[in-house]
């Protein structure tokens, strides 16, 4: 009985709760497995939705850009080019707009339940990466369809390249989740911010095609530049651009830390606001 | 052995704001042009929620959480299971805590029953292992065996209800909280769920904490009751002390309130006593649904020529106003009155009131002439139970009966083909 001693007091001071977070490991679970359930038993189509919006996408995309504006992105045949950004690109944005809403969505249980909070939007989280793993074995179908070659490096590169996707959303995600709480107005900027985060992302062109170097090196604070050129990397076999990945990282980094800190510091009155 | 909760000097504050508690990003914004330009910054009201508060808990001990709305009791709960921080003092808790402040909290109707289960369980805190071994017993008490693989959506409210408890009910947290669980659902399942939890916290030496507005259920349940009164603790004891306590100081009276020497009003009206009658003349507090409840003034005149208007607020256990009544059918309604004592009795009619707890205010008054007599609040108190003889709203329907009141309409239905 010792072992459950909870000591409630007024909130103070900053911890990551960590170990809370992994007593609550299960709940992280059922939350995930619920929202991927739900997701797909509420559609006709169920799974394939997670696929026909990429590859739809792809096909605008391609006609546009590769057959009309024609876009060099030689090794890497456009079609290819253009749905690897998408599925990593979906990944970033399905996680940070589900992630931000999550918590107003989930209102009616963090009035009445505790569990560290953080494990809402994690979980929104895990399931937009359940979407990009369907999609990615879309892209390896492409992949050989269109005989791309890849070098093996593609087992390094490609899960770097989530993993920073990942930590990037999971940043940019509780940081408007937290701001969801606090400013019922700001969910009506999410749409727009990604919008123009999509634009500023290398999807449908390469960062090389922009001539102005400080452009480039202003372009490469969007974490998702960063994770898109380690996606492509074993694909393209050209030297990667080591300065956009180094300021990727950094400002993933630093994005994580502020949105991490501020969810953690208001979410003890989440239950108050909500 | 040290008890199961300590709780030193807790106290919560609220900030109180004009409109709502979150705010818009673009008031913020405005607000900062105009805090440039403005030195008076909107107040913003404090206000305590709850005060003070010390309380240990044993281990074992079954407390039953008295007192009217706003009192604090729920936000005692949720300090308790660490929903909402305090903002003073502190309490230790030395076990798990299983909080039931709304059965069926993530429920989710496009999962089935049995996928509900795991869902409601792992969110009350129960580990994957403990549900799956208890999974015949949860089913098995719900009652909806049938149905536990069709989606929730399909299931009646009754039916999810009684899933829900029934998760609820297999929770093995050393303390479980319970707010207003029981006030919902039918009788014979209330009667099963009382019984659990007798159960469960006699056999398992588990600890409950129980928030109800049925005081009933409190006596029944609990053997110690803490009563709050505008977020302090006024009184801790025996369910009966308390509960009486509670009617006496804090709704002053039940069934009948006589003041005596000291009555309300002025030189114009005085308002003599107060009570509630059943149909034949007997005064009670429990009534039938299916009875009709009198309420009825005595009140004395002493000077000739005013116009007295007679009112009754009526207010559920949740502190909602169901309904005003005023003498308009009176001969004397509106009328000067002379000198004298005199008694009205209001009916409620049978058939009417949904079952409940149910407080009464009275004031003499005339709203024309923007003047109150007397305005005593909440002087009687009475419950509305169920019956299950004779002709009542329900029917032949089970389960819960939903609705604020609950009359009989009179239904017109004809053949057209």
Redesign the interface.
Known sequence: ??K????????KGFSLGLKELWQYR??FY?FTW?DI??KY??TYLGILWALLQPLGMMVIFTFLFSKTWKIDTTPIQYPIFVLGGLILWNLFSVSVSHAGESMIRNA????????PRLIIPCSSILVALFDFLMGLLIFIVFFLIYKQPVSWTAILYVPAAVLLTLIAAFGTGTFFAALN??????RY?IPFLLQFLFFASQVIYPLQVVQQSWLKYVLAVNPVNAAIELFRYPFSFSPVDMSIIAIGVTSTMIISLIGLYYFRKTE??F???? | MSPIIEIRNLGKQYKLTPSQPYMALRDVISGSFRNILRTDKKQTELFWALQAINLDIEQGERIGIIGRNGAGKSTLLKIISRITPPTTGSAIIRGRVGSLLEVGTGFHPELTGRENIYLNGSILGLKKVEINRQLDAIVDFSGVEKFIDSPLKHFSSGMQLRLAFSVAAHLEPEILMIDEVLAVGDIEFQKKCLGKMEEVSKTGGRTILFVSHNLNFISALCNKAILLKDGRLVNLGSPKEVVSEYLNSVIKKGVNKDWGINPPGNNIVQLRMVQLISSDGETKENFDVNESVGIQMNYEVLQNGHILWLGHNIYNQEGLNIFDTHNVDSPYYNQPSEKGCYSAIAWIPANFLNTGSYFVSTAIFNHAQKIVHLHERDVLFFTVNEVFEGVTARGMSPGDFPGIIRPILKWETVKLK
């Open positions: 009985m010792e459950f001693i909870t000591h409630i007091q007024p909130p299960e709940l059922f619920r359930k739900v038993k509420q009616n249980i963090i009035n009445k339940i505790y569990f709480v606090k400013y019922r107005d700001f900027t003890a009155y239950a108050d606001l909500a």
